[in-house]
T-cell receptor
Framework: GAVVSQHPSWVICKSGTSVKIECRSL??????MFWYRQFPKQSLMLMAT?????????EQGVEKDKFLINHASLTLSTLTVTSAHPEDSSFYIC?????????????FGAGSRLTVL | DAKTTQPPSMDCAEGRAANLPCNHS???????VYWYRQIHSQGPQYIIH???NNETNEMASLIITEDRKSSTLILPHATLRDTAVYYC????????????FGGGTRLMVKP
């Protein structure tokens, strides 16, 4: 089955530093990947749609200069949280569709938990 | 605006069937119903999807009403490991389209 890998699974950083999270589709190519954010006891919120070879599409209220997304290949998208602050502490999850089921079935990564001190 | 409505929580006895309802009265003709679940601190896991016919796989069954305005996910023999938040989502079948998550139902399977 389709597998999406995220790295790191958890990271702790100091306020003001930048953190990069990688999302890889291991056994399929993904022209589109999605980045979600989840705060404790809340649902997943879509942050942006990552498009291979072009700029990401950000949801309303998500700062594109703070959450940099790069989708340089068909199997890798990265999310960089720049100048992280404690309010950026969250669970970040990526997903992609292998596109082989005839429907929009998304495979999700295991998530990356960011804690900003 | 949320496209689906689910009860915030449900309990189920271990070994019994868990029936999770979802209302999606504004579903469009070409939108599918998708079900995912999220076990604590993990990424969501795909369960099943359907357009208008009832569907069954190794994990669950999906019953969609004839008018497609509601559906029910059935876990036939719930186990403790089925404790999770279950999300019902309606969306396009286009692989390039995102899926929007609502609040989901927190299912607690009890011994």
């Amino acid at each position: 089955g389709a597998v999406v890998s995220q790295h790191p699974s958890w990271v702790i950083c100091k306020s003001g530093t930048s953190v990069k999270i990688e999302c890889r589709s291991l056994d399929f190519q993904a022209t589109t990947m999605f980045w979600y954010r989840q705060f404790p006891k809340q649902s997943l919120m879509l942050m942006a749609t990552s498009n291979e070879g072009s700029k990401a599409t950000y949801e309303q209220g998500v700062e594109k200069d703070k959450f940099l997304i790069n989708h340089a290949s068909l199997t890798l998208s990265t999310l960089t949280v720049t100048s992280a602050h404690p309010e950026d502490s969250s669970f970040y999850i990526c997903s992609a569709s292998a596109g082989n089921t005839g429907a929009n079935v998304l495979t999700f990564g295991a998530g990356s938990r960011l804690t900003v001190l | 605006d949320a496209k689906t409505t689910q009860p915030p929580s449900m309990d189920c006895a271990e070994g019994r069937a868990a029936n999770l309802p979802c209302n999606h009265s504004t579903i469009s003709g070409n939108e599918y119903v998708y079900w995912y679940r999220q076990i604590h601190s993990q990424g969501p896991q795909y369960i099943i999807h359907g357009l208008k016919n009832n569907e069954t796989n190794e994990m669950a069954s999906l019953i969609i009403t004839e008018d497609r305005k509601s559906s029910t996910l059935i876990l036939p023999h719930a186990t403790l490991r089925d404790t999770a938040v279950y999300y019902c989502i309606v969306g396009s079948n286009n692989a390039g389209n995102m899926l929007t998550f609502g609040g989901g139902t927190r299912l607690m399977v009890k011994p």
